[in-house]
Structure formats: C-alpha cells, structure tokens
C-alpha cells in the first residue's frame, strides 16, 4: 500500500488525460487530474474517476487458456502456451504461407505500446495483412489526405475564432485536449463562434452559434452547399490559393454549379442559415474543423471527409493561429504504404489496413488466399465490427485464432487460445494519438502496480514468440546487450553496426531492441525499448522543433520521455513548419481529386433518403454518451446512470408507434433485432434513432450469473452497408424499423 500520487493517465478515450492516482490493495482508490500532464494541464471528464471498473474488474483474465473440444476453456502455462501458438502459426505458414495470419488490433483508446511489439513476430513469419478500428472510421479521411497534403490535420480549437464539428460531438466524446474548457470557452467568447453539423441537439450543438441540423446521411449537400456559398459569394482566400494550393480552380468549377437552394433544402437546413455560416467561417481570422464519426460511419463518407476541408482549404485556414494543422507525429497510426488490395474480396486497402467490414468475406469462403489464422490483441471485433453474428461465425471457423486482452471478451471466448495482459496501469503504455499543434506531446506512462499473477505485459508475450520462432541468433544480440550497458550513445553506434551487417535485425526490430535495450533501462521500463528507436526517427524527422521542444537529440529526447512521468513535449513548432509538413514535392495542397468532384457532381441526382417501407427509420448505431468508452469497462456498475442505454427517439415518432418514455422497443434492421428501452427526448429529428457504443458486452458477476445490459450494436449493421473508397461502415445510417413491445410499452 502506499499513499502516493502516482501520476499515470486515462485509457478510456484518445485523449489520454494525465492523473494522479493512489494505489491501495492493488485498486486504484483516488485519482485526480494531473496538473503537470502537458496538454490535458489537470483537466478530466467525469469518466476518469471510474477507471478502478478497468483495473479491478472481475472479469481479469489470470491465466493463458487453450479451448477444449468440448468449447471450454482449460488453464495452462505460459511456456506450454507460447511454444503452442509458435508452433500452431509455424504449420499455417509452411502449409499456406504466412500471409494467411491476418494481425487484428495492436492498441485501443490507451494503449499502443504493446502492438508496437506485433511487428517483430508478423514479419517474422510472413504475415502481411492487419486491421483495426482505424478501418472502420478514420480511412477515407487518410485517402482524402494522403492526396491533399499527405498528413493528418488538427484543428487549434482554442484559439480558433470559428470551430466547425461536423459530425462531432466533442462534449461528449472529447477527442482534442481539455474539451469542454475549450467548448465553454469559445461559448462565452462573443467574438467566436461555433458550428454545428448534427441531426442531433447534442450538448455541443447546444453551445454552438450556428447549429446545421441536417437530416441524417445528407452532409454532402450541406457540406457542398456551404464550399458553393464560399466559392459563389467570392469569398475564398485568394492570395492563399494562389500561392499554396494547386487544383483550386476544377474545384471551383465544380463548386460554382451547385444549386445552393435546393441543396439546402434536401438536407434540411434553412438557406439563410446555412449562407450565414458559410460567412462566418470565410470572415473568421481563423477556422479550426473537426470531422468525426457522424460523417465517417455514414453514406458519402469519403465525399464528406473531401468536401469539410475545402471550408479551411478555400479560406487559406492553414499555417496560422487557430487554423487547421499537419502536426508532427511520435509514431505513425497508419503505415504509409499498404498491400493494394484483400486477397478474397479485392477490397482496397488503405494505409495498410484491411476494411473491418470485410473482415467475414475473406475468411468465410473456400478461396484458395482465404485468411485462415488471426490474432486478435486490444480489440473485440466480435463486438465492435459490423455484422457480429457473421465476424462471429467468421472467427470460429478459423483454423487458429489467438486473443490478447486483459477480460474474457465475446472475441475470446471464439479463440483457442487467450493470453492474460497485465492491465494498462501494470505495465510502461503509452499511445500514438500525438495529434497536436504547434506544441505536441508524448506520455509513456510508468506501472502504478506490479502486473496481476499469471499476467505478462505485451512486449514480454511478444518476445517470446519470436523467440519460440528462433529466427534470430542470441549471440547477434550479445554485443548490443553489452553496449547498452555503457550507455545510449554506445548504444545508438553499436545498434548502426549490428543491423549494417545484418539487415534481418532491421525486421524484427522492436524484438532487438526489447531484448537488448531493454534489460538496461530501469527498473520495470523494458518495455519502453522501442521508444528509443521512435525517439531517434523523431529527432531526425523534426530536428528544429524537437529541440525548440529542449532535446538536443533522439537520445535526448528518449531520456526525457524515460523520466518525465507526466509526458513531454516533444515538437514546438511554428506556424511556417506546416508548408514543409505537406509531403508533395512542391509543398502545395493538391486539391483536386477527381473521382471525388464527379461524386460532388453526381449529388444532383444522387438520392438524400436510403430508408424504405420496409426499415422506414433511420437507427444511428453507436453514439458516444457520458457513460460509454467501447468496450472497455465491462462491469455495468461503473454507469450512474442509462443502465440499459436507451433508444433514443423524437416524441413525434414515439407518438406515431405509440411508446412512453422508459418502455421497450424491438429495432429491426435487414442484419437483425433487438429489444431497447427507450427515452423520448426532442434533441432527435422524427425518423431518426439513436443507440449507445459500449452496451451489450457481457460481464460475470461474484456469484458466477452473468448480465449484458443494453444492446450490442453491431447485432444490428451489416457488412456490405458501406463506404465505396474506404470500406467504412455507415454504422451512423443503419435504416431500421421500430415497433413498441406489446405489453411492455
Ligand atoms: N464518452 C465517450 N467518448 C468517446 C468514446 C466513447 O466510447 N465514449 N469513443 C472514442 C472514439 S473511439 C471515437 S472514434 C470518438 C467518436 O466521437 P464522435 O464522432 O463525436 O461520436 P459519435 O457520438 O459516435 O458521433 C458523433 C455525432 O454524429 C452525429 N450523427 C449521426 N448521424 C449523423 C449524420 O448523418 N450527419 C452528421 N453530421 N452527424 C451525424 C451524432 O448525432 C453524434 O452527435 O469518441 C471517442 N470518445
Ligand atoms: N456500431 C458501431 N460499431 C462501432 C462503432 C460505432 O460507433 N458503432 N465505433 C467504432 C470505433 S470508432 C471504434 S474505435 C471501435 C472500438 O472497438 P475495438 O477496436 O474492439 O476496441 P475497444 O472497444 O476499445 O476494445 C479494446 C479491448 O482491449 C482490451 N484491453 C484493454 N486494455 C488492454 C491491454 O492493456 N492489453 C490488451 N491486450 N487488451 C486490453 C479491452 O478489454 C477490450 O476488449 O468500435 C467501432 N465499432
Ligand atoms: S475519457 Fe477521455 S477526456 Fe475523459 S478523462 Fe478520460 S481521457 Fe480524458
Ligand atoms: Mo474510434
């Protein structure tokens, strides 16, 4: 025991908020913002205080288990486990070749690190092709980027004088730092202002100046209508475009045939309105936009993910105070380059990543290039991807599958073996949602705890399946293992020498330097090793801002990040640094990407509604809410409240199927069925309906029953209900029919 402040951070979204906490009996009894964490500065939402529901839930798995043939589970040890799946791996790729073990996950809302040890064992026996949740939400926005400036871009919301959330509910979910100081600040502030694109009066559209209440699935037309304001009005940027952007022109072509009125009409905002924000993003000094799930799980995703950037691009918001940035990155979220396409279905694959949605084809199927073996680590797509009952049919006919989490999880219990984590205050973790501008930090957090018995940190369950696989010789290592000893610059040039004269090692390199670094860092930071090699490519990527950041070099730089243990800043940029940032060989935006513009011209006849008689609502399936983080708390008590996470509906609707406020519904969509209780309220249009993320996960109380409260939602999408670029599952969009449970209601 001991009553320490232990500062550490929170793993239930992407912000990773410092805190503090105190450790009593291996709980984590009290914890507080941690006011010296360099972007969340103390701040936390209300969800931070329920992370002992992580760290001591009763569901903790303490033991490898290996499936019995009855479908039981049996305990065994980690040797007998680990020389198992290398072996069991081993067959697949000598009998059908590694590129048939299909890598799933590697990191969730807190915790990268530990994938960032899956690669040695991948590539090591040849496995080529991996997905995450990046593949159901974030894709289409990579390809849009990759061909506009090659980067990802950041809003600086707190000095942006007009913020524009599209699809964005950021009171709720968060996703930049200190979210609702930075909310309520720009409500307050009479010179800025706030827009909103949401069906829903959500908490932030409750804030905002102006609230673009489109109908569902229409922000094409919205977002068209509002560039065409930009570009008829004459209210573009011009000396910006003339001197950073290439393109402009065909999309002003394009942009000038837009029937601004009618667009409006068709997705439902009023005319005015919608001409009256597009003049306040063109007036505004500067204009921060942040796009998100509402119109990256639904239809024209791609297409909107294109059109909300011309608002910024067209304005000149860029390399500025308050604008949208390319920040600097720690470590990529996306690999840069990916294989093309998915051996079964053809499906693209963008920035290295399968699409989630179809994940079922390419198992289920007798192809000769079928995926045939999978490991599952820090995720639970039989939960989190569209169509659970086929991902779930899809896994169980795997011939191996192998699940790395800290709970028994609907995918586990698919698996046939399950390897225990040691939880995220266990082990050193940290996350790459480094995203910001101009100052960008980094937070390898420390073990609060020794891990649980019975439980290894990834790294460590990595290392020893490479080494099971014995592709590398000990002996290479030994004069590393002694260079690390005297020190990193001793270190760093005997690291240039080994893999110089052996390139294999440069393959499994976070193995190399688990192996070799690690026993030298102290004490319970092994796993941090592969920070050093980030470090080094940090420092040489960013040289300038990484030393405005005060670190002279990557070796630097990774020993600041070794002892500040409430993060570090590690790119102080200025605004200038966000021309060089842009990756084409001219340094300009490239704006015209033309498929996507003949999508922009096919709007005209493109239809606004895809409900039918049949399915005459529209379910949004999966809103963040103040008492859902995905699928990490498991325990139902960690909510205080909307125990069964109610189907949100407009009070005309209700009236129509005649329902009361806490009765029970039956949603059916063309994937399934389920049963809701719902909560009449008029932030929701009449059609359109709304589930929470989170619910319908599983959870074994003390006295061995077992509860699922709410629904899951992903008994309710389908696979092929998705984007045409990216893959993205219009989750947002799933038309559905509700009736009242007779009796009941
Ligand atoms: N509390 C909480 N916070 C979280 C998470 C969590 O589980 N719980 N998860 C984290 C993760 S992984 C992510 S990706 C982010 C997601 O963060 P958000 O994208 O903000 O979350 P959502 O609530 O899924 O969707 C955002 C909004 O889209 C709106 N919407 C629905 N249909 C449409 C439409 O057709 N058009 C438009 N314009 N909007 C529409 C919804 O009304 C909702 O307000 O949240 C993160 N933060
Ligand atoms: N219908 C619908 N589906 C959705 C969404 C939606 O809005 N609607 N949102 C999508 C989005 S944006 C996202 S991000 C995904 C999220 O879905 P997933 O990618 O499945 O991720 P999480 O729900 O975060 O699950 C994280 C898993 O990691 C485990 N875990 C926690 N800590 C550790 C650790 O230290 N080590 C290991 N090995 N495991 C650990 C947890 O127990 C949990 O099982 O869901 C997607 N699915
Ligand atoms: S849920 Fe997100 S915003 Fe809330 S405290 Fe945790 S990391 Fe911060
Ligand atoms: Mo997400």
Redesign the pocket.
Known sequence: MTADWQPTAC?LCECNCGVIVQVDDRKLVKIRGDKEHPASQGYTCNKALRLDH?QSSGNRLTSPLRRRHDGSYEEIDWDTAIAEIAEGFAAIRDEHGGDKIFYY?GG????HL?GAYSGAFLKAIGSRYRS??LA??KTGEHWVDAQLYGGHTRGEFDHAEASVFVGKNPWMSQSFPRARVVLNDIAKDPNRSMIVIDPVVTDTAKLADFHLRVRPGTDAWCLAALAAVLVQEQLCDEAFLAEHVTGAEAVREVLAEVPIGDYAQRCGVDEQLLRAAARRIACAASVSVFED?GIQ?APNSTLCSYLNKMLWILTGNFAKRGAQHLHSSFAPLFSPAGVGRTPVTGAPIIAGLVPSNVVPQEILTDHPDRLRAMIV?????A????DSAAVSEALRSLELLVV????M?E?ARLAHYVLP????FEKP?ATFFNLEFPHNTFHLRHPVMEPLPGTLA?PEIWARLVRALGVVDDAELTPLRRAAAEGLDAYAQAFLVAVGANPQLGRVLPFVLYETLGPALPEGLAGAAALWGLAQKTAMTYPAAVQRAGHADGNALFEAILAEKSGVTFTVHEYADDFALISHPDRMIAMEIPELLDDVRALRSAPTALTSTEFPMVLS??ERRAFTA???L?NPSWRTRDADGALRISPQDATAIGLADGGRVRITTAAGTAEATVEITDTMLAGHVSLP?GYGVDYREADGSSTTPGVA??TL?STDWRDAYAGT?W??HVPARVEAVAGLG
């Open positions: 793993i992580y996950g969730g809302q807190g915790n530990g995450n949740a159901q939400e799930l799980q680590e820090s995720s639970n797509p939960h989190s991807v569209a790395v989490d800290v709970a999880t995918t984590a040691a939880s995220q973790e990834e399936a999966g995905n699928d990490i498991r993320n939602p992903n999408t599952p989750h947002k």
